[in-house]
């Protein structure tokens, strides 16, 4: 029998035989669309601090002076004595930016969606996830032990077809991102209502890309829809999450939703009670980001002009991109070694942009995940397009010369 230490040994080396191996690379300066990666200076296109406020010296100040007035740590889990003003007043905020009775702050997003799917979703329900979901979401949902379905990236027809033909049971979900992390493309919020609608299911949404990035004052995906003039509220959609880790440009997540489905969570979502709350300072921080959020409508704008130039000159160029007007855009490579490559290429040509593998995404579309931030200039976008350019030929698949 092999030893326990031989498995560690062939599962990394199975890993690294397939393309897939992971491994992180150290930042040493500020998160800005110039980072310092291993010693080397690259224009990075891979974060996902979208409206550039990850160091921007307003949400620095705020962090500072609430170490000042808090200190570092909270000291305990919100239950306990950790729950300070800093958050308390963040919780109000974020309800009343997205129009919610009640917000509550987790530490991670992955926490809230893993705690938020097993404290309300239980063995005798029947769960349904689009199969792009984040992983805490689809984690969240196998956690719960409910009868659990995915349905193909955003075919709505399929949803309702096994939405239609479900076991019995008590209550029925419907668990999808908003903007999806991967690919930047989005859920179809109002068509998702009525299926919901239509088989009484609640409808969740993680929308942790959209927040900050779309709709007027940053509203996200809901916000984007009910300007195009869809109604959506607590009652069709109950239960929304969003994370403080992306556009925000610091760090948790918060759910909203009513006031009966907070107190909830309160009393039986686990991975809220049982960890220390974060920073106050952080707490202030975002406090702080939210603010610019609302206010800086510029920094959507100039996202939105930074991505139409990048898809035109793409498109002109012949690569393939996923369906994506939000941040992320997705240039599919297909083999996850050429990827890599690609990464590789982009790197010596003074960019940094990761390569995105199985199983972050499906077999046989491995990409390069390029993100932009508001904070980019058109001179690092021309960077950008120029080197891909130059590396193309070298990470398209050879075509095979039939006819020759
Ligand atoms: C990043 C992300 C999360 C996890 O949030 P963290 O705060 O990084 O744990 C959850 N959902 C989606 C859709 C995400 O993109």
Known sequence: MKSFSQQLQESLADRQSQGLYRQRKTITSPQSTEVIVNDKLLVNFCSNDYLGLANHPEVVTACKEGIDRYGVGSGASHLVVGHSHAHHALEEELADFTGRSRALLFSSGYMANVGTLTALVNKNDCIY?????????????????????????????????????????????????????????????????????????????????????????????????????????????????????????????????????????????????????????????????????????????????????FRIRCAELGFALTNSMTPIQGLIIGNAEKSLEASRLLENEGIYVTAIRPPTVPKGTARLRITFSANHTEEQLAVLLLALEKIQPRITLEEVNVSG
């Open 129 to 309: 996830e689009d199969k792009l979901n984040h992983a805490s979401l689809l984690d969240g949902g196998i956690f719960s032990g409910a009868k659990f379905k995915r349905y193909p990236h955003l075919n709505i027809a399929k949803l309702s077809e096994l939405i239609g033909n479900k076991p019995e049971s008590e209550n029925t979900f419907i668990v999808s991102d908003g903007v999806f992390s991967m690919d930047g493309d989005c859920a179809e919020l109002p068509r998702l209502i009525d299926v919901a609608k239509n088989n009484q299911a609640q409808l969740v949404l993680d929308d942790a890309h959209g927040f900050g990035v779309l709709g007027r004052n940053g509203g996200g995906l809901i916000k984007y829809y009910q300007e195009c003039g869809h109604y959506i509220d607590e009652e069709n959609l109950p239960v929304v999450i969003g994370t403080l880790g992306k556009a925000f440009g610091t760090q948790g997540a918060f759910v909203v939703g009513s006031e009966a489905l907070i107190e909830n969570l309160i009393q039986f979502c686990r991975p809220y009670i049982y960890t220390t709350a974060i920073s106050p300072a952080l707490a202030e921080a975002s406090r702080t980001s939210l603010k610019l959020i609302k206010k800086e409508q510029w920094r959507r704008e100039k996202l939105q002009a930074l991505i139409k130039t």
